[in-house]
């Protein structure tokens, strides 16, 4: 069955970075456009940024970009964010996603607290 472990969430302070991973297995990872989405205390999920399936393609929401990098392995079925310069309102559960956007599976996410 499809798998996706996110990892790399933490604590860090404004104006920092942080990398997160998911490591995806059960399914053609490389046939799969893959996204980030994250949902911060008491909102819904949003958004945050799609890759095509050979990464030759990016796209972000106007909160996160010029800021975070969505990146992909291929070889070993690894999505990764790179998030820059951090805010506080950056503050969420961030879930690897299967798909376009929202897509149609999720993992069980990482916390991400930006706080000084």
């Known amino acids: 069955q499809v798998q996706l472990v996110e990892s790399g969430g933490g604590l860090v302070q404004p104006g920092g970075s942080l990398r997160l991973s998911c490591a995806a297995s059960?399914?053609?990872?490389?046939?799969?456009?893959m996204s980030w989405v994250r949902q911060a205390p008491g909102k819904g999920l949003e958004w945050v940024s799609s890759?095509?399936?050979?990464?030759?393609?990016?796209h972000y929401a106007d909160s996160v970009k010029g800021r975070f990098t969505i990146s992909r392995d291929n070889s070993g079925n690894t999505l990764y964010l790179q998030m820059n310069r951090v805010k506080s309102e950056d503050t969420a559960v961030y879930y690897c996603?299967?798909?376009?956007?929202?897509?149609?599976?999720r993992g069980q996410g990482t916390q991400v607290i930006v706080s000084s």
């Open positions: 890759i095509f399936r050979d990464g030759s393609r990016t």
């Open positions: 996603a299967k798909g376009w956007r929202l897509g149609n599976e």
């Open positions: 059960g399914f053609d990872f490389s046939m799969n456009y």
